[in-house]
């Protein structure tokens, strides 16, 4: 333990690092200065703990408080002054102090448990803060994500088609017959330079689309997190899968090293325990500048170890990137903030990495030297408390090939019925409605659709409650419902619609994408498969050293 001692009295201080050394269970590491000036010039996460005293050559009283609050903001404080006064210590606590001793009236024993107490309550207090700022934030991505992901959804549409569409004027123009005259045979390589040009243009949107979509992905990700099925995992083949992911992009830039011990089974959600590994190996290869990979290299080390409480896995992700500085490592894991230039990032990886570490008990550290690179620490205790969900029979694989079939698409948002509308009509018959008390007459008047995609959050009668009055009157199409959303939805409104089979669809959404998964639970209807396939969880162990 790394205890901060601010008291301008030799005597005093003498006394109270003989206390702290006769309290052998502390272990305690102490570090003295005189003053508010000199505490100013620590680093701030070397500590765990100030003793302070209220009556320094520099400031006095409350003042003591507010100064090494601003110094140090993240370190619990226990005053320890000879000033007895009941409503100065009351005065104290309310400026932040976890505790307030009186100097001469403390024994070994009380000045052990006052430490403790002030650290346990400060890490409460600061679990619960960030559970508030996460759930504000969730509650704002959320927001944010359906607002941009239906614009988003349409636009992405319309540019798509765009781009089919210069294609084929493209291709058109070049199979014109080659006996035009000389002008006009200029004017022809005119226009294919225009239309080639403006191809580019369209793929430069389809660009800053997918950046769009990332971003809207990240929202919706922060907005969801603890929404997911649990499952009995092998960490070592979530790591695997999460180096799959990023391998492309990596081998150019560094060699991929895996230092893999058997490891025991982890209650989790595979899903986020991948987005961890994979935010962490992105953050890893943008650190490296691309065109040196056998000089650099990102390695990925994992083992177990016990403790009280249990077993712990350990994972280990280092990479010889250009380093983050210091100042900016004590920020790294807020929403938001980022190392990168502008554009290159969201400033929510590294944050939603950590927020999942902490939804799995666990924790993730950074250590990072500019220059040299960076070392990520992930630590998930087996025993975290999450219970692991029952699985699913796995329904055998279904094959063939979709017939063309009568689909109601459901959303307020005209621009995404009008994309989708067109796109999808080429293979199927399409009717579009603007909201849920509309498609719900269409039902029941003709109820002869096939598949209903429609949108879950919409004014008046939304997904939810369009499927749940599908249900009551017309049970044979409750399970015909694939849900799209910009936003997120409760796990249990989730789990109630996935259970008959729905899929839940996150927008912006390719309509190529859509098309392919309307096409795939048709032929799953039509064979009799209600259910949709899960993922299972891979639970075999592997272990050695394996060079990507």
Do not use: W
Not at 137 to 160: D, K, M, R, Y
């Amino acid at each position: 333990m790394n205890i901060l001692l601010i008291e301008d009295n030799p005597v005093d201080a003498q006394a109270i690092m003989l206390a702290l050394e006769r309290a052998q269970l502390l272990n305690a590491k102490v570090t003295h200065v005189e003053s508010l000036t000199e505490a100013a010039d620590v680093k701030p996460s070397t500590f765990d703990v100030i003793l302070l005293d209220l009556s320094l050559g520099d400031s006095h009283g409350l003042t003591s408080v507010r100064g090494a609050r601003s110094c140090l903001p993240m370190v619990p404080i226990v005053v320890l002054t000879a000033d007895r006064s009941e409503e100065l210590a009351f005065a104290a606590l309310r400026e932040g102090a976890q505790d307030y001793l009186f100097k001469g009236a403390y024994s070994v024993d009380t000045l052990t448990r006052s430490i403790r107490y002030a650290i346990e309550r400060h890490t409460l207090k600061t679990r619960l803060m960030r559970a508030d700022r996460l759930a504000a934030v969730g509650q704002l991505a959320a927001g944010v994500a359906h607002e941009v992901s239906n614009p988003a959804s349409f636009v992405l549409g319309n540019t798509l088609e765009l781009e089919k569409r210069f294609a084929e004027l493209s291709t058109l123009i070049r199979q014109l017959p080659a006996s035009f005259d000389a002008t006009t045979r200029a004017m022809v390589a005119e226009v294919l330079a225009q239309i080639t040009d403006a191809g580019r243009l369209v793929s430069e949107n389809l660009s800053g689309m997918d950046r769009i979509a990332t971003v809207t992905r990240e929202l919706q990700n922060y907005a969801r997190i603890g929404d997911g099925h649990i499952g009995l995992l092998s960490m070592n083949d979530i790591v695997k899968e999460a180096c799959r992911l990023v391998h492309s992009s990596l081998r150019h830039r560094a060699q991929l090293v895996l230092e893999l011990e058997p490891l025991p089974p982890l209650p989790g959600d595979r899903g986020r325990l991948e987005q961890l590994l994979t935010n962490l190996l992105v953050n890893a290869t943008q650190s490296i500048a691309p065109g040196q990979a056998a000089a650099n290299r990102v390695s990925i080390v994992s083992r177990s170890f016990r403790e009280a409480g249990g077993d712990v896995i350990e994972l280990v992700v280092e990479d010889t990137g250009c380093g983050i500085e210091p100042d900016r490592v004590e920020r790294i894991f807020e929403p938001f903030y980022t190392t990168k230039p502008k554009g290159q990032g969201t400033g929510l990886g590294l944050s939603l990495a950590a927020e999942i570490a902490r939804a799995h008990g666990g924790r993730l550290d950074c250590e990072s030297t500019v220059g040299e690179g960076t070392r990520f620490v992930v630590q998930l205790p087996c025993s975290n408390g999450l219970i692991v969900s029952a699985s699913a029979p796995t329904p055998p694989p279904v094959t063939g090939t979709a017939a063309r079939s009568r689909i109601l698409l459901v959303d307020d948002e005209p621009l995404i019925l009008e994309v989708f509308r067109a796109y999808l009509g080429e293979q199927h018959d399409v009717v579009a409605s603007g909201d849920g008390a509309e498609a719900l007459k269409l039902l029941v008047e003709g109820g002869d659709f096939d598949i209903v995609v429609c949108d879950f959050t919409m004014p008046g009668m939304d997904g939810a409650d369009l499927q749940a009055a599908v249900a009551r009157r017309m049970p044979h199409l409750a399970n015909r419902f694939l849900f799209c959303t910009g936003g997120a939805i409760t796990s249990s409104a989730r789990q109630a619609l996935e259970r008959l089979g729905n899929r839940v669809l996150f927008k912006p959404i390719r309509p190529a994408v859509l098309l392919e998964v309307i096409n795939t639970r048709l032929v799953e209807l039509n064979a009799g498969s209600g259910e949709p396939r899960p993922v299972p969880a891979n639970d075999t162990h592997s272990s050695g050293r394996e060079m990507f």
